[in-house]
Each structure stands twice: as C-alpha cells, then as structure tokens.
C-alpha cells in the first residue's frame, strides 16, 4: 500500500473553492493541501471556454511543479470547460466537480426533478445535464445560471438581505419546476448555503459539489495509507496561493474553513504563462 506524502493540489478561480479544502481536512485532516485561487482573474463564469482552459492548464502546471500527487479542479467551470485538457497534460491523476455531484444528485432525487445552479459557461456547457443522464435517462435537469453568486461571496456579502433576494429570483424558475435536490454546481455556492436553504425549503434536498468532490477524492485515496507518526489526530497544513493577495480572500477564507489563514503567497501572474 503506498504512502501519503506529497501535498494534494487545489484550485478555483478566487476564495470558493477553499470549500473544498474545508471538506477535505475535515475528511482526511493529515493530509497537506496546496491551494490556489485565481483572484486576479476571477470570475471564470463569464470567460471564454478558451480563457478558461489556458487559465486551469497555467495553474495546474504551476501546481504540478510544486510536487502534488492528486489535483482537484475545485472550480466547476474548468471541470465543465477544461478537464479532458487537464487530465491529458498533467501527470497525476485529476478530479473534477462535475462527476461526483451529478453521481450524487442521480442517488438522491426520488422525482426525477434535479435542479442545477452555476455560472454561466458551467450551465451553459451542459456538463451536469449530460453525466447525470448517463447514470440515469429517465431524469431531467433544470438549470439556472446565477453570475451574481460568485461576486457576493468574493465581496463576503453572503449575510448581506440582498444575498437572499438575488437567491429568491435565481430559484423562482426551479422551484416552479418542482425539483427536489439542486445541485450547487460552483464552488461559492455553499458559503449561501444558509440562504440557499431558507429559499429552496425544507423539500428540496441541497448538494454541494464541494462535499460530493471531498468524498470522491477520500474514496480515491483509500488505498493509501499515512506516513508512519501520522495518524487520524494528525494535522496537515494548508498553504495558499493567490494572484491578488486581497484582504477580502483572508476574510472570506478564514471564515469558510473556521481556521487562520497562516500561509498566503501572492504569485505573479508572469509566472504562470506557459512556455
């Protein structure tokens, strides 16, 4: 059985995806995370597919060099846009949001009624739709894009009453429809999830995509076993990096992982083109 050692890779396009990280230490705490939020560049949502997969293939790149074993696209529009690219360049095996959140929503709903909310390029690229009917034909997939959302929780106005109204009309049209799971197909989703939760109601189940991508990595990574001294009250450390070093990605991200944000290291964006 082979040993952990180096870290696990992470990125997203700003401070979401640190709700990924968040539910990877809370599965496999000894495990070192590297991450890394776009911020400079974020959002990825209004961007061209070909914006996005040179942004992703630049920082999975980046993130390949520092020595990581597993990478995980924490972003759901390079897992939409990007991924075949990723998985084709990168020489250690890639996880994307896509697959375990469609896998889950398939399992959950019990109408057949699966609501998805994203960003734009993320509904647009129909990449939920088409996974979670390849696990089941018979469902059928209504989705919203809410380009609002990112920008909210980047600014850390989750709270904020005009968080719950943008909520009300992205929903409306789902809701109408009668879904009874949605799926949050974007990384900064959950940070609403309390908002998310009092608008959708107590009859619609929500799936994060960041849990479902946590519990897909940990089933990955089973076969491994902990350096020797490191056992499950283990530790592992979280460094991340940013291309805007923002007080805002401290703020939001110390209160997504309830934990100091000990390690921030800007990085130019030069040193991310690729060669």
Not at 47 to 68: D, H, M, N
Not at 158 to 170: C, H, L, N, S, T
Not at 188 to 193: D, G, I, M, R
Not at 203 to 219: G, I, M, N, T, W
């Amino acid at each position: 059985m082979p040993i952990r050692k180096a870290p696990i890779g992470v990125f997203d396009s700003g401070v979401g995806g640190l709700t990924v990280a968040a539910e990877i230490r809370r599965a496999m705490p000894a495990e070192d995370i590297l991450y890394f939020g776009d911020t400079a560049r974020v959002p990825y949502g209004n961007k061209s597919p070909e914006t996005v997969t040179r942004y992703s293939r630049e920082i999975a790149r980046f993130l390949e060099a520092q020595g990581i074993r597993f990478l995980v696209v924490a972003c759901n529009t390079s897992s939409a846009l990007a991924l075949d690219a990723l998985c084709a360049e990168v020489s250690v095996p890639v996880l994307g949001m896509i697959e375990p959140g469609a896998r889950a929503a398939a399992e959950t709903t019990g109408t057949g009624r699966v609501g998805l909310i994203g960003t734009r390029a993320t509904v647009q690229s129909g990449a939920y739709e088409r996974a979670v009917l390849a696990l089941n034909p018979s469902i059928h997939v209504f989705s919203q894009a809410c380009p609002l959302f990112v920008p909210l929780v980047e600014e850390g106005w989750a709270g904020d009453p005009v968080a719950e109204e943008v909520a009300r009309r992205y929903l409306k049209p789902l809701l109408e429809r009668g879904v009874d799971t949605l799926i949050l197909g974007c990384t900064h989703y959950p940070v609403l999830n309390s908002v998310l939760r009092r608008v959708a109601g107590p009859s619609v189940k929500l799936l994060s995509s960041s849990q479902c991508a946590a519990k897909a990595l940990e089933d990955a990574l089973a076969g491994e076993r902990l350096p020797e001294g490191a056992g499950p009250g283990g530790r592992g450390g979280l460094r991340c990096y940013v291309t805007d070093a923002g007080t805002h990605f401290r703020e939001v991200g110390e209160r997504i992982l309830g934990e100091p944000l000990a390690e921030l290291i800007p990085v130019e964006e030069e040193r991310l083109v690729l060669a």
